[in-house]
């Protein structure tokens, strides 16, 4: 079945170790998007891909990066991580950006800062 | 600029009992909207979406839900709710055109009591 595969989905880093989330995709959808969810809060939008046009929220801190070296793969890297940047990393992909068909998003990978 | 709002935090119901989630949306035009639900420490799930016409759209699961444009307004319903349902809601709105990222509301939680 097509999807979206995120690993791992359960990271644990020491703060201020780098560290890298992966998202990849079965849909060859052309948007790729990362989000941050905390406990009992929205998913937040940190940024996302429109084919190879990266688009950065405005309020995403520049402790968090994104890759995309090909339609398929995504990667969230986080440089410095801080206890308050563990959370629930989402992905989620949409075929055109156009929102009619919604998103499809992965299992999601929880971070955990210690 | 979008918004969503979903006013009630957390809702209990008993099994078998109906389910009513509330969705307030804020838009200039004509919206995208979407219900997604997500279980513990999973991603999120499009239940379903309303882009036009028939007011009253299907989903999965055995849900529905209603678009009132004069509300700006677009809740969730199921007439007879599972213990299996006990999860995260999320609505969303989306642009009806461009491709500006969906926005999501902060989710109700719905537990289910015997």
């Known amino acids: 079945d097509a999807m979206v595969i995120q690993n791992p989905r359960y990271q644990v880093t020491q703060f201020g170790k780098p560290v890298t989330l992966s998202c990849s995709q079965t849909?060859?959808?052309?948007?790729m998007y990362w989000y941050q969810q905390k406990s009992s809060q929205a998913p937040k939008l940190l940024f996302h891909?429109?084919?190879?046009?990266?688009?950065n929220e405005a309020d995403t801190p520049d402790n968090f990066q994104s890759r995309r070296p090909n339609t398929s793969f995504c990667f969230l890297d986080i440089r410095s991580p801080g206890l308050g940047d563990a959370a629930m990393y989402l992905c989620?992909?949409?075929?055109?950006?156009?929102?009619?068909?919604?998103?499809?998003f992965g299992s999601g990978t929880r971070l955990t800062v210690v | 600029a979008q918004s969503v709002t979903q006013p009630d935090i957390h809702i209990t119901v008993s099994e078998g009992a109906s389910l009513e989630l509330r969705c307030n949306y804020s838009?200039?035009?004509?919206?995208?909207l979407f219900w997604y639900v997500q279980s513990p420490g999973q991603g999120l799930q499009l239940l379903l979406k309303?882009?036009?016409?028939?007011?009253l759209v299907q989903g999965i699961k055995g849900f529905e839900a209603e678009f009132k444009r004069s509300q700006s307004s677009f809740n969730l319903r199921k007439p007879s709710v599972h213990w299996s349902d006990a999860a995260e809601y999320f609505c969303?709105?989306?642009?009806?055109?461009?491709?500006?990222?969906?926005?999501f509301g902060k989710g109700t939680r719905l537990s289910v009591i015997a």
């Open positions: 989620a992909t949409s075929r055109d950006g156009r929102n009619m068909g919604g998103y499809t």
């Open positions: 849909l060859n959808h052309n948007v």
């Open positions: 891909y429109y084919d190879k046009d990266f688009n």
């Open positions: 838009y200039g035009a004509t919206p995208y």
């Open positions: 309303y882009f036009s016409g028939d007011t």
């Open positions: 969303a709105v989306g642009e009806a055109s461009g491709n500006t990222p969906l926005v």
